[in-house]
């Protein structure tokens, strides 16, 4: 792999849901991919294989009612941490965090976690 290839798959994948671009995702997905999701909390949905994580984020990216904003991409080797809010349409928002791993160019693991609402932990006193 070549240096700063990671960093360049992971700033193009990010592209697509901030322009709003989701040809932008075509080839850089891997084939066996695995993605899983925010929902349902607390371990999300497992997609696997290139046809369903791209037709999963095509429709993020597409989608004009929402948006991403990244706010901080850290990437090492061939893994990146991507620290985002998703802001929804009508005002509100949700932060969260996507790890992912590019191998030869092309994304082959993405796990995203998110801060969402629900019951609180128990905190030691």
Known sequence: ?????TS????????AFEE????LLD????????MESIQPAPDGTRYE????????????????A???????????GDRANIR???HFGDGGSLRG?????VRDGRIVEALAYAKTPGQSAPLPE
Do not use: T
Not at 8 to 15: K, L, P, Q, W
Not at 49 to 64: C, E, H, I, K, T
């Open 20 to 23: 709003h671009d989701p040809e």
């Open 49 to 64: 294989g290139y046809d369903v994580n791209l037709a999963f984020w095509r429709a993020m990216a597409a989608d004009r």
């Open 1 to 5: 792999m070549k240096i700063g290839k």
């Open 84 to 86: 985002w809010r998703f």
């Open 8 to 15: 360049e798959i992971v700033h193009r994948f990010n592209r």
């Open 66 to 76: 929402n948006r991403f904003e990244s706010e901080e991409i850290f990437v090492m």
């Open 97 to 101: 965090v996507s790890l992912i791993r």
């Open 27 to 34: 080839d850089i997905i891997g084939q066996n991919c695995v």
